[in-house]
């Protein structure tokens, strides 16, 4: 990811944006180019097992709604290289309540296939833990934790977590692995 767009803070979804990006195909899209960089419809439709013309197509629905930019340092001749125009997403809670039967499905649509996403790469972890060096294996970790808290609580250990999180790189410094965090903190009925 070039370095101006490192900078550039997380793009918050909207209504708008929200529908224009709640689409399996497209979250698959952003995130891939968020995680190896510029490429093309075709080199994206090869690594996601999908027709070219489905990946330009919804790479241009990207476009419309800013989430996704050319990027012509990497083009040569007609190819058409596509890169991420942020580092991340933040999904507004204000969403939730929006009173468009539209926005809401596409918040489900969209929660639902980031768990998907989620469960996905905690699969992949699990198959292929015994590739990693040892000293991965230890420091990786799948913990939880049952507390009872109130709401104002819960933001703030949110807020503390998101902040050690930030203080670390995007990018992959010498001899660093990329590592993805997930956070999930939901509420649960006594039963």
Known sequence: MAEDQENRPPRVLDARSLRGLAHPLRI???QALRRHGPAT?????ERLGESSGATSYHLRQLAAHGFVED???HGKGRE???RAAHTGTVFDESLVKDGSAETRGAVDAYLHEIATIHQQEV???IATRSDW???WQRAADMSDYTLAVTPEQLREINDKIHEV???YPRATPGDAERVRVHLHALPQKND
């Open 28 to 30: 698959r899209l952003l």
């Open 123 to 125: 699969s992949s972890w």
């Open 165 to 167: 999180l930030a203080g």
């Open 80 to 82: 058409r290289w596509w």
């Open 133 to 135: 060096p040892e000293e």
């Open 71 to 73: 990027a012509p340092e």
């Open 41 to 45: 419809a075709s080199q994206l439709a």
